[in-house]
């Protein structure tokens, strides 16, 4: 336990608090269990140490790492027991999903030491939606994604620019610093390398495939309950979908292309969705089932495109993927019939600074979002802006 308490105290002494996640001001601190869920790299576990320096609870907090040797020998049920009746009243467990039956015990402690805070991290989003118990009644799930332009422009450049709500960056009244600053080559620089947190490091493009090897070797194989042999159709399916993304799934071409079952891709793109490898674009759904239709598939964000490709990606895809990518995380996003995207009621069609309104002139409610320019229009949005609502 000593060595437990040493660890948390090193890391918590390395940690920064000048820049802070959007998603620390949304979770419900206070809630006896939550979860925080996302792919890798996203800074769940740095998310986790600044809130108990924000918090002030360093001397009742602790962290532990599910794949550290002290729980070859140990349970978490008894960590956490041992740490509670020493003046503990804080637990929060990083990367979870590396403990066997982690989730059974996650109950335990729950049930048994009511008095005591959980939080834990995982992730492998798609392992920890099948937990052996079930946690949904007690817990508040909590989803992180990757940073938006604006934190990456905090974060990087010390550029504050304040969260906007969809209707805000609609009405054309987006205040930026333009006396100081130029948008266009900040963003084209953040769609290259801004998505993670780790995007200061040197190498940050062979970090990110590193993330990409590790989700399609081991998380998917090891937490969706595959054989390993999967990870090579993975990686496979991976590199066609990076060289064609966004394209319209054809599942029976596919299936034969990586030599698969066609019920079996199917389950292959849910889990590389899941993990945060791709993302799906769905037809809205109507009827009684409110099955959506896959209308398009992309890679899950604009780094992965240079990342995976190694050469400039096509500029169509890269600006529908960043459009995709920011609008998801506080909206509803689908396909449009008659245009690219359809997010709350509202029709966007996406292209560059020549991109006119012919296409969605009759259509209500419809918006031109193009790249290239700096400001806004009435019914035209610079595409930079969507950046700025998380």
Known sequence: MERLLQRYQAQLDRTKTDFVRYLHDEICWEARLNAILGARGVGKTTLMFQHILLSDERDTSLVV???DIYFSKHTLLDMADTFYKNGGKHLYIDEVHKYKHWSTEIKNIYDQIPDLQIVYTGSSILDLEKGGADLSRRQLKNYMHGMSFREWL?????????????????????????????????????????????????????RLSAVVEQTLETDIPQFAGLSVGVMHKLKQLMQIISQ???????????????????SDLKDYLFYMEKSGMIQSLQLPAFGMTRLAKVEKIYLDNTNLMYALNGTQPDTGNLRETFFFNQMRVCHTVTASEVSDFLVDGHTFEVGGHKKGRRQIAEVPDSF???????????????????????
Not at 381 to 389: A, E, S
């Open 368 to 390: 031109v979002v193009k790249d290239d320019i700096e400001y806004a229009t009435p019914g035209v949005v610079p595409l930079w802006m969507f950046g700025l609502n998380y």
């Open 65 to 67: 790492f599910a794949d």
């Open 154 to 206: 905090q974060m990087t450049k010390s550029i504050v620019v304040p969260k906007l709500t969809l209707d805000e960056i609609l009405s054309t009244k987006v205040s930026f610093p333009y006396a100081e600053h130029r948008p266009l080559p900040l963003f084209k620089e953040y769609l290259k390398t801004g998505y993670f947190p780790f995007c200061c490091e040197e190498d940050y493009l062979e």
């Open 244 to 262: 064609i993304s966004p394209f319209k799934p054809n599942y029976s071409d596919l299936a034969r292309d990586i030599s698969v079952a066609r």
